[in-house]
């Protein structure tokens, strides 16, 4: 019997498991060190030291984030120049070294010494960052991708929480809480070099790479080579703004918590959890949502949830300045509550489903060569925007505004800035509005799509129903598409913007516009040489009556230039619909017929030396008489 592949299979290949319980033990550990610290500085250090406590762990915070300025450039061009397996192992030995600096911090009383451990912790992490997301490709498939960087945000997110949680109960132990800290440090960073040792060889993506030591001109260069490819600068934008919202949102929890909610420091757990965990059930389900595919469709789902619940945060509780007078069970109790945490949930689960697909979309696109340089480049946009964050916070709440009115601003900005990176590249509201078709519209049923190829050139065949039939076969097909379609449909005024938004090849027969025709065979071939998968209509229109017209035989003409096994696809059902044209033109009168039973059907791949269109013709309509 057949399984169904899905992202938890990568937690028994070895490939993945130990590579997942690296990373995550490093977030573990960064997180228990970092909120102990922290803690510690808030009630005991900065009293004795006659400091004031918000400066110091606002210094703690900058000095974790530093090294990812400083050093995520350098980061890159090792990760990308070394083999990753043994490089992970040597960070992780440096992490034992550090966290035995922490040990020695803590029983000297040290909190200057302390600071360095944590800039050392930083600078661990902003050397790891590169290898994490440039290791992802290079062991997964490409419609692994979205589940494994899933699962990676997943473990990110839960291991902050869970760091963030050990950290405080431990540090407030009445008893040998040091004790309890140094032991728990120090076994978790020696369970990261011991799973780090399982981590299968991944070779240097570019060995011949001469390493440039000057942080500030490689700083540069590295953000230079996130430019080199539009989309994938606009992706690294959307994660780096998304790094700037939740820097918002989650540097406000203790005073949200306390003056607006009037809860005590346990709330503040509450309410980090349920971010924390909305961010996991996001990422997880990202994977389903996309089947398996890199979706760009999901990106503006999650742009939109983050507005809209961070909106209705600020309705749901707009106080200020009130005392911390609740536990977490009396909050819960309290009107209002659940609602506050329920939006702290979706807000989360909305920005899993925002980012996923971006880191995805990072790896299956950006130069492989230059993997872990895109993801230096990412660390350094991100810590910079997670600066600008804590400026942007004071500079509001210095105005007089309140924190949740701070939250409804940056619900505004985030529409705007999404706005921004979706008509800079259309391609997102393309992906999504083909999801909301395929998911929503009709009841799309498809057999046999595994067939088409994950990997490799080929060509897609499939008869002419309506003006959505790329946007079904592009919603069900794991692979991009490069669709071919008749010229004159992207002057139509909203299919038409469509299909620019999907960047389809344009054609037209050579009475109509030869050079056109023939700049559409040199795009088809130059797609195909890549690698690529292209559909086209060998009907060239729509079918007037529902049943398939002759093929042409331009498909005769590509596979001659590009030899490639061609696939026969099938749609049935769409006639009748209001896109298609059983009253004569599509898309007159009132829409009709949602919610029909639609068939996409792949067939067996014909090969290149076969190829003739009446063969392809007959296989289609053979497809079509099947799904009835």
């Keep these: 019997m057949s399984h169904e592949h899905n992202q938890f299979d990568l937690l028994r290949e070895k490939r993945y498991l130990p590579f997942f319980i690296t990373q995550a033990l490093g977030a573990l550990n960064d997180n228990v060190f970092k909120n102990a610290l922290v803690i510690l500085i808030t009630y005991t250090t900065a009293t004795k030291l006659g400091l004031d406590a918000g400066i110091l762990v606002n210094l703690a915070a900058i000095l974790f984030i530093l090294p990812f300025f400083l050093f995520s450039a350098i980061a890159g061009q090792l990760a990308d120049k070394y083999e990753k397996s043994r490089t992970m192992r040597y960070i992780k030995k440096a992490e034992i070294v550090i966290m035995a600096l922490a040990v020695i911090g803590f029983y000297l009383d040290n909190t200057y010494w302390l600071l360095f451990v944590l800039f050392l912790m930083g600078f661990q992490s902003a050397i790891f960052g590169p290898l994490k997301f440039g290791y992802l490709p290079q062991h997964l498939h490409t419609d692994e991708l979205v589940g494994g960087n899933a699962l990676v945000e997943s473990g990110t997110f839960l291991a902050i929480l869970f760091g963030t949680i050990i950290g405080g109960v431990l540090i407030a132990l009445e008893q040998y809480n040091l004790v309890a800290i140094s032991i728990t440090i120090i076994f978790v960073a020696i369970a990261g070099y011991a799973f780090s040792r399982k981590i299968p060889e991944t070779p240097a993506v570019d060995p011949t790479l001469k390493v440039n030591w000057n942080i500030v001109t490689e700083s540069y260069r590295n953000l230079k080579f996130t430019r080199n490819d539009k989309t994938v600068f606009l992706c690294i934008l959307g994660i780096s703004w998304f790094w700037f919202y939740g820097a918002v949102f989650l540097a406000q929890i203790p005073n949200y918590t306390k003056g607006t909610l009037a809860g005590s420091e346990s709330v503040a757990t509450l309410f980090l959890t349920a971010f924390s965990l909305g961010i996991g059930i996001g990422a997880m389900i990202c994977e389903k949502l996309s089947a398996g595919r890199v979706e760009a469709g999901l990106v503006p789902i999650g ?49 899993g489903l925002f980012t996923v697909p971006l880191y995805a979309m990072i790896q299956q696109i950006g130069n492989k060569a230059h993997m872990s340089r895109l993801f230096a480049g990412l660390n350094i946009m991100n810590a910079l925007f997670m600066v600008i964050s804590g400026v942007y916070a004071i500079i509001i709440l210095q105005a007089g505004f309140t924190i949740p009115q701070l939250f409804a601003i940056t619900s505004a900005i985030n529409i705007l800035v999404a706005i921004y990176i979706f008509f800079k590249a259309p391609e997102f509201i393309f992906r999504f509005i ?28 499939c008869n002419h129903v309506s003006f959505i039939d790329a946007l079904i076969i592009a919603g069900y097909c794991k692979r991009n598409i490069r669709f071919v379609m ?95 044209r059983i009253n004569g033109t599509a898309m007159k009168g009132l829409p009709k017929k949602f919610m029909a039973k639609v068939h996409l059907v792949a067939g067996e791949p014909v090969n290149p030396e076969d190829v003739t269109a009446p063969l392809l013709q007959q296989k289609v309509a053979e497809l079509k008489a099947s799904a009835r």
């Design 303 to 351: 742009a939109i949830g983050l507005s809209v619940f961070s909106y209705d945060l600020y309705l749901a509780n707009q106080n200020s300045g009130l005392e911390p007078i609740y536990g977490y069970l009396e909050f819960l109790q309290q009107p209002g509550a659940w609602r506050v945490l329920t939006d702290a949930t979706f807000i989360g689960m909305f920005g």
């Design 434 to 461: 083909t999801w909301l078709l395929v998911n929503t519209i009709y009841r799309i049923r498809n057999a046999n799509l595994q067939l088409i190829p994950k990997h490799g050139a080929a060509v897609l065949v």
């Design 486 to 580: 008749y010229h004159k449909i992207f002057k139509a005024p909203i299919i038409g913007a469509f299909f620019k938004m999907a960047n389809a090849i344009p054609i037209s027969p050579a009475h109509e516009d030869e050079a056109l025709m023939q700049s559409a065979f040199d795009k088809i071939a130059e797609e195909l040489e890549a690698g690529k998968v292209v559909c086209i209509f060998p009907e060239g229109k729509l079918t007037p009556d529902g049943e398939i017209g002759e093929f042409k035989p331009g498909i005769e003409k590509i596979i001659q230039r590009t030899p490639v096994p061609v696939y026969p696809l099938a749609l049935e059902g769409l006639w009748g619909t209001w896109f298609s």
